[in-house]
């Protein structure tokens, strides 16, 4: 026998999980290997959300030249500008390298983009960038055990695509 109160307490979480996902704010990643994880970054809350758990996030401003995210789990930073991009940089302390331009299809569509990394002691913070489509994808590798949490973009445009730089994107 169910017992009813158990019961209605289910379907209320599974009703606030899909209310949830549909009204998500930020732009959304998955993990590669199980949609139900994701992350999803907030510009406008100044947050990053880790499946259901929301932590501050500090976002670089429009008038700097780099776009910067930076929480207690992780942080990045892309230079703006494109003639700046594929070389090495340093952001507050830490330092990044773009390994390259790539081409790629990702669930059927053809992206270009620059495959950026940044060595940080133990951990490797690699990302595959497009000007046009933001962040498509980025990995969280650790070199001692040599696991890696890889997500994509679940989004049509990703995190500091042209469309949210106030350009407009042809791609």
């Not at 913070?125 to 696991?147: P, V």
Request: aromatic fraction near 16%; glycine fraction near 8%.
């Amino acid at each position: 026998m169910f017992n009813t109160r158990l019961v209605f307490l289910w379907l209320l979480f599974l009703l606030a999980s899909i209310s949830h996902a549909v009204n998500a704010e930020g732009i959304r990643y998955v993990s590669i290997l199980d949609s139900i994880v994701y992350v999803e970054f907030d510009e406008e809350g100044n947050s990053v959300r880790f499946m259901d758990s929301r932590g501050p996030a500090n976002y670089c401003e429009k008038k700097e030249e780099y776009n910067c995210v930076g929480s207690k789990s992780f942080s990045f930073a892309i230079p703006k500008e494109e003639y700046a991009f594929c070389g090495k940089w340093e952001f507050m302390g830490e330092s990044y390298e773009c390994r390259g331009e790539v081409e790629l299809e990702l669930f059927g569509k053809k992206y270009s983009g620059f495959r950026v990394r940044s060595d940080r002691g133990d951990l490797v913070i690699a990302i595959l960038y497009s000007f046009n489509k933001g962040i498509l994808h980025f990995s969280l590798i650790d070199k001692k055990s040599g696991l890696s949490r890889e997500y994509v973009l679940a989004d049509s445009a990703g995190l500091w695509a042209k469309k949210y730089s106030g350009t407009s994107t042809n791609n």
